[in-house]
């Protein structure tokens, strides 16, 4: 009797581990996906900075739509390596929606270790998560050089307009969740505290 009360105690510790596998390897499918996504957002800040002369190139930009996925892929299989797992079935994939991001699987590098359960010794777990790409921001429809993605508010009221009249036409204009950001092409100097970074720019999260 006791000896069938310590093999359940193991059967059960096997199966919390097997749990806690398929734990891990969401975990690492997770970050791998976010990983993804924030190096293509990167990609997009710098491909934004360099096309500031170019209102249509800047406007894919904004859009999120310009990113190198190979060189994502490889910031996914780094950070899946950082939490024990490597991109393997399906790999690194940019969405094929109308969504921009990345559909990532893993597995998990190391097996579950000695247990009560013959052949699960070596077993490893697999998961997959995806990680969106949004863009936050908007530039104002008047502006010459914009890409008139922005519908002007009919609440904003004559002050706004008057700002929109005030501004310099050789300066970008971006709205980006409440922010405004005004870039001058000629001094696009991504260091100044006042510069957005990728994440004022973009949102990244987990999605289904």
Known sequence: ???????????????????????????????????????????????????????????????GEAYDAARACLAAGSFAARNDAEVAGAGCRRLADQRQGFTVQVRTTGGMGASVIPGTENEQSEARATAVIEPKCAVPADDPEGDGTDDQDPASGADDKNKDKDRDPQRLTLKCDGQEWSIDPDEPDPTRPDFPRAADLFAVRLAD
């Open 1 to 63: 009797m006791v000896a069938g009360l310590l093999f359940l105690a193991f059967a059960y510790f096997a199966v919390g581990q097997a749990a806690a596998s398929r734990n891990s390897a969401q975990s690492a499918a997770d970050a791998a996906a976010l990983g993804a996504a924030q190096d293509a957002r990167e990609q997009l800040r710098d491909g934004l900075l360099a096309s500031l002369h170019e209102p249509a190139d800047r406007a894919v930009f904004l859009r």
